[in-house]
């Protein structure tokens, strides 16, 4: 058993998260005179850190960038968490990990009380061995945070084992902050040549393939 420990991401890897975001993302901007009408400009937003999004894709200072996250999760909170849906073939791949005795592991920048909410709601939790996610205090708002912290909580030892699985490149850059494989996801909304320049270990295309590499 190559990889035991199976670190996944939730956006744009095992949920569609782009109604939901886009549109707290476009309500967050409407405050400060941003109009944006086309919510496929916004998927770009589906990944990163709101913090990240909000200074490098709009150069907001830290002050503003955190009053639109504080606008963002107003919506989120209210209407945006369950704006989603399961990703075809994403629960039918998670019982089989289960099935063939891996640990699958959810590895989120989102905070982890709308994780929670959202694994619940869409029947996802019962695979999952733990949540490793961020806070609302920005407590973990870096993924190699969060993926270190589902290693210590675990007591994972032996790294070779684990495997990160994303659809952004913050995932790959992440897993190799943290010393361990990574696989990303075409499915999800990295943009074209995203995955390849950030050299992940392994690139698939549907969940198929996606088991085929994590059960080798």
Not at 201 to 213: A, C, M, N, T
């Amino acid at each position: 058993m190559k990889y035991k420990y199976i670190f996944l991401d939730l956006d744009g890897t095992l949920t569609d998260p782009k109604e939901g975001i886009t549109k707290c993302v476009q309500y967050a901007l409407e405050k400060f005179n941003i109009i944006e009408p086309d919510l496929d400009n916004l998927t770009k937003c589906i990944g990163p850190p709101l913090y990240n999004s909000f200074t490098e894709f709009y150069g907001m200072s830290d002050e503003d960038a955190y009053k639109a996250i504080a606008f963002y999760r107003e919506r989120f909170s209210r209407v945006g968490l369950f704006e989603n849906a399961v990703l075809p073939g994403a629960c039918e791949m998670l019982q089989k990990l289960c099935n063939a005795a891996r640990v699958p592991v959810l590895a989120t920048s989102k905070p982890r009380v709308y994780a929670d909410a959202i694994v619940k709601k869409y029947g996802i939790r019962p695979y999952l061995k733990m949540i490793s996610a961020a806070e609302l205090d920005g407590t973990r708002n870096n993924k190699n945070e969060i993926i270190e912290y589902a290693i210590s909580t675990l007591g994972i030892q032996d790294r070779s084992k684990i495997i990160m699985v994303g659809d952004r490149h913050h995932d790959i850059d992440a897993a190799k902050v943290c010393g361990i494989d990574s696989c990303g996801v075409r499915f999800g909304y990295a943009a074209p040549g995203e995955l390849e320049a950030a050299e992940a270990d392994y690139i698939v295309s549907d969940f198929d393939e996606l088991y085929r590499i994590l059960i080798q």
